[in-house]
C-alpha cells in the first residue's frame, strides 16, 4: 500500500499562474484534508470532504477550490496564484468512526509528504 | 474561542532524558491527537485519544478530559526522536471532523 500519496512534490509559479495539487489514497478513506503549514503557526485546513462528490470549506478556503469525484482522489486547484499563497501543502485522510452518542469522529490521520510551493 | 497551546516550543535534551510535552485546550474536545514533523518534513500520527492513556513503545500519551489537558512523553530519549511534536484536537462544536492544531514543539535530543 503507498498510503496518502501527493503530485508535485515541488512547484514553482508565477503570480496569476494556475495549478493543480493531486493526493491519492489507496486506504478506502472516507475523509480527506487538505492543511497548509506556514512557519510559526499550525496546520490550517483549506477545505475537506467527507465522501466522494462532498466538499466543504475550511479555514482558510479563499483562493483554493477542490474536487473530489473518486473516493480516492482529492485535487487542491490554485486558480490565480498569489505570493500569499507560498506554503508547503499537506494532504491527509483517516476513516470515520462514530462515539457512543453517534457522533462523527475523525480516526487517525495518515499524510502525505507534503507538497512545496513557491509563488513568485 | 477554541484554541489549542502546546508547551515548550522548543526543548533541547540529552539523549536518556525523560521528556514531557503538554498540550491544552479551551473547550470539549471528542478526540486528541498527537503527531511527529520529521526534519524531512513528514508527519505520522504517533497516538490518537480521547480518554485515558496510551503506550506505543517508548512514547506515551494521557489525557485528562476535566482539566482539558494531555500530555506526551518520551522515556529514554534518543537523537532520533529530534522532530516537531503537534497536538491536535476536534472540539465537539466543530462539524466535520475538523480538527484544530497546536503550534508544535520542537524537539530537539543530543548524543
Known amino acids: 500500500n503507498a498510503g496518502v500519496t501527493q503530485t508535485p512534490k515541488f512547484r514553482v509559479l508565477k503570480t496569476g499562474q494556475s495549478m493543480t495539487l493531486l493526493c491519492a489514497q489507496d486506504?478506502?478513506?472516507?475523509?480527506m484534508y487538505w492543511y497548509r503549514q506556514d512557519p510559526g503557526m499550525g496546520l490550517r485546513l483549506i477545505h475537506y470532504?467527507?465522501?466522494?462528490?462532498?466538499?466543504a470549506k475550511g479555514e482558510v478556503p479563499d483562493g483554493y477550490n477542490v474536487s473530489r469525484l473518486k473516493k480516492q482522489n482529492f485535487l487542491l486547484g490554485l486558480e490565480s496564484a498569489a505570493p500569499s499563497q507560498t506554503s508547503v501543502y499537506f494532504c491527509a485522510s483517516s476513516y470515520s468512526s462514530f462515539s457512543g452518542t453517534g457522533i462523527p469522529n475523525t480516526g487517525e490521520l495518515f499524510f502525505g509528504e507534503g507538497s512545496r510551493l513557491t509563488v513568485l | 474561542k477554541n484554541e489549542v497551546e502546546q508547551s515548550p516550543q522548543n526543548l533541547t535534551a540529552q539523549e536518556g532524558e525523560f521528556i514531557t510535552i503538554n498540550c491544552s485546550y479551551s473547550v470539549g474536545i471528542s478526540a486528541l491527537h498527537w503527531l511527529q514533523q520529521h526534519p524531512g518534513g513528514g508527519i505520522v500520527s504517533l497516538f490518537m485519544?480521547?480518554?485515558g492513556k496510551k503506550k506505543h513503545g517508548r512514547l506515551i500519551a494521557t489525557i485528562n478530559i476535566q482539566e482539558k489537558h494531555s500530555s506526551l512523553h518520551i522515556t529514554a530519549s534518543h537523537p532520533r526522536d529530534s522532530a516537531v511534536y503537534i497536538c491536535a484536537v476536534r472540539f465537539w462544536e466543530t462539524s466535520g471532523s475538523r480538527l484544530t492544531f497546536g503550534e508544535g514543539t520542537q524537539l530537539t535530543v543530543n548524543p
Open positions: 486506504m478506502n478513506h472516507e475523509y
Open positions: 485519544l480521547s480518554s
Open positions: 470532504s467527507v465522501g466522494e462528490g462532498t466538499t
